[in-house]
């Protein structure tokens, strides 16, 4: 492959101790290529695209360049139908060599030093339709004389077999030298030529806990092999600021605001802004009315939506619904808005956002006697108008409610699941739940979460009328239908929960009703957390909760990745409130090694289909960026963006990009964070409007 290097590459000195495998780019069909080796002159070296057919024909596509070829300018979008949707072409294509069974092995030139080379695989198909893996930027250059090498073996202790793909970073902690190796198929890594001096080396893979020591590189070479130990770290809780002098103990609000902070409002005249980075709390002006009980959502303009909910006036009678609307500005004041058309109120207001901004609200008691409707309407917060729409099968209140993937509207507590369908105004029945007595009339035991793959997912089950059912039960857009999931050693219902950038979902507190466990509890709460990884069905206990914390409770993911919460120690209003503590969870993720950063995004207001690039630091290999849309939280719902996306990153150097969706449905209008994603590792994230 490379003896005709020296006749078509000119060479560029960069002044680097070691080289380098990166990708880059997008790929278009199921093929990734990777490669395994030492990126070093007379080094062996063996590329694999993987997800090949044994009747498919492979080739490496071997290139000097990145930014033009015969064919044009680089990255090439290719036709149809010869390629498949999506396929682009990023290298300049000078050498083409068959790979067997998608493999390809050689050794690098011995005499050729420092200089680049770009390398896709293509895949072609029985039809003659062809697919193309991401690119891989081979920096190929020798080690610095005088500097030291790092070599080792990676291996599951559970096993004892070679683990793979396994991220090992060695680096100062001021990060002023960083290096990223990933470990191969035999689970052997490299470091070669690092300057000399005491270094951080760290292993890390998904679902096996991470391992950090310190190594001192000398001209010395070093071997240090990791034996891989299943997960096991649980993160921590600590105290970061106070809501005093108001305790949120009954009809609590939480919003995470387009600025990072935390809107925190139990009747909207004692209202709180957290900034979660300073620890500190200001307390903005009362609104005109009191009003708790309600729901809300972040609108498009930074404002905090607010409806429905009773008269402050008589705050336990849970009798005098109220029509209100209004909005906290982000300039710290408020404005009325027009009423719903629901005359006699909303108590404990349904609520979800389309697709388009608009907000759907639905059921909640009514006055004067808190019988619940079936009535629905929606508030276009554009023409700050309301109209009506078709009315729901069975009547309800605060139910757990999410916008799938394609556009419609799934709510579950009730006599049975529905489904909204925006298009027509029409509620339909969904097939029934596997434990489908969900303690209705009463409250709902359960929240929702619409996963990253379609599907969603309601989490608690109530031990007294479903002692047999399962805490997880998922719905498939596709049939209409649910199907039981897993559950873990301790069931409980009405928790907090959490989506984590990490695809896994946090599951905090509930209330374990009259079961025997011998988990601490205070009137059947419990601060036992769990998380739940919805691909696999597995549950995994973490960090107790510092409080006992019932469903009053609101709890929602911040910018830097940790989950906060407060409120809610006034237990079954019977003890408490015991604390106006802000508590924040570091999960296992924020301690797995060193994070990406973020910077310099090319716009914080992009539109769907949209290129967004940002600066990455340390330059570390990005594997997804993750959109996540802000929560707004109160009991076991949730007004925001029900939203995580995971999106494939093109990278080269420090700078990576990502193309938003195009799809309404898949990527409503609204406020999200943008995680970028070392494997399960995340940056703190960029707060990013999409619109239309």
Not at 230 to 244: K, R
Request: glycine content about 10%.
């Amino acid at each position: 492959m490379f003896a005709t290097i020296a006749t078509l590459l000119l060479l560029s000195p960069i002044a680097l101790a070691q080289g380098s495998a990166t990708n880059f780019g997008t790929s278009c069909g199921n093929s990734q290529l990777s490669f395994q080796g030492i990126a070093s002159p007379g080094e062996a070296f063996t590329l694999t695209a993987s997800n090949v057919q044994n009747s498919d024909v492979v080739t490496l596509i071997v290139g000097f360049d990145n930014t033009t070829s015969q064919f044009g300018a680089l990255p090439l979008t290719l036709p149809n139908p010869q390629w498949s949707p999506g396929c682009v072409l990023y290298t300049s294509a000078e050498i083409r060599l068959p790979m067997i069974n998608g493999v390809y092995s050689a050794i690098l030139p011995p005499q050729l030093d420092n200089y680049h080379v770009y390398l896709q695989a293509r895949i072609e198909d029985l039809s003659g339709v062809s697919s193309m893996t991401q690119a891989i930027d081979l920096f190929v250059i020798s080690p610095l004389p005088g500097n030291g090498d790092v070599t080792g073996r990676t291996r599951f202790s559970t096993s004892g077999l070679p683990a793979s793909n396994v991220r090992l970073t060695l680096f100062t902690p001021d990060l002023s030298e960083f290096y990223e190796r990933r470990s191969d198929a035999n689970g052997d890594y490299s470091f070669l030529g690092i300057p000399s001096g005491t270094y951080q080396l760290g292993s890390a893979l998904r679902d096996w806990d991470y391992q950090q020591r310190t190594v001192i590189i000398s001209s010395t070479p070093l071997v240090e092999d990791f034996d891989l130990l299943e997960e096991s770290a649980v993160g921590f809780w600590s105290v970061i600021g106070s809501t005093a002098p108001q305790n949120l103990d009954a009809s609590d609000i939480a919003v995470l605001r387009s600025d990072g902070s935390v809107f925190f409002c139990h009747d909207t005249t004692d209202s709180i802004l957290f900034d979660p980075i300073t620890g500190i709390s200001t307390f903005p002006p009362s609104s005109s009315s009191e009003q708790g009980c309600m729901n809300g959502s972040l609108l498009a303009d930074g404002s905090v939506f607010l409806a429905g909910g009773q008269d402050g006036s008589d705050p336990g009678s849970f009798r005098d619904a109220i029509p209100w609307a209004k909005k906290f500005r982000t300039d710290g004041t408020w404005q009325d808005l027009p009423d719903m058309l629901a005359p006699a109120g909303r108590w404990y207001p349904g609520l979800t956002r389309l697709a388009d901004g608009r907000l759907l609200l639905f059921g909640g008691g009514t006055a004067p006697s808190a019988v619940r409707t079936n009535t629905s309407e929606i508030f276009d917060p554009a023409t700050e108008t309301w109209s009506t729409t078709g009315s729901m099968g069975s009547a309800n209140e605060f139910a757990p409610s999410v916008l799938l993937h394609d556009g419609r509207v799934l709510r579950t507590w009730g006599t049975d699941p529905e489904v909204y369908d925006p298009s027509t105004g029409i509620w339909s029945a969904t097939g029934g739940l596997t434990a489908p007595n969900r303690s209705f009339p009463g409250h709902s035991d359960h929240s929702i979460v619409q996963l990253t793959d379609g599907r969603a997912v309601i989490l608690g089950i109530n031990t007294l009328s479903q002692p047999g059912g399962p805490m997880s039960e998922f719905f498939d857009p596709s049939s209409n239908t649910w199907s039981a999931g897993s559950s873990p050693d301790l069931k409980r219902m009405q928790g907090e929960v959490v989506y984590l950038p990490d695809g896994r979902i946090f599951y905090g507190a509930g209330d374990i009703q009259n079961q025997v466990t011998a988990e601490p509890d205070l009137l059947g709460i419990v601060r036992r957390c769990d998380l739940f990884q919805p691909a696999t069905g597995v549950w995994r206990q973490v960090a107790d909760m510092l409080n006992y914390r019932e469903y009053h409770a609101v709890t929602l993911l911040l910018p830097d990745a940790r989950v906060i919460t407060t409120g809610g120690t006034t237990i079954k209003f019977q003890t408490g409130p015991t604390t106006s503590d802000i508590d924040a969870w570091s999960p296992p993720y924020l301690s797995r090694g060193v994070r990406p950063s973020l910077s310099n995004a090319s716009t914080t207001t992009p539109t769907r289909g949209t290129t967004l690039s940002a600066d990455v630091f340390p330059q570390t290999s990005i594997t997804s960026m993750v959109l996540m849309g802000l929560q707004t939280t109160t009991h076991w719902v949730d007004g925001g963006i029900p939203r995580r996306l995971e999106l494939p990153v093109n990278q080269i150097g420090s700078q990576v990009s990502v193309t938003l969706p195009t799809d309404a449905n898949l990527l409503p209008v609204g406020w999200y964070m943008m995680f970028a994603m070392v494997d399960d590792i995340p940056s703190d994230a960029i707060i990013v409007r999409v619109d239309p």
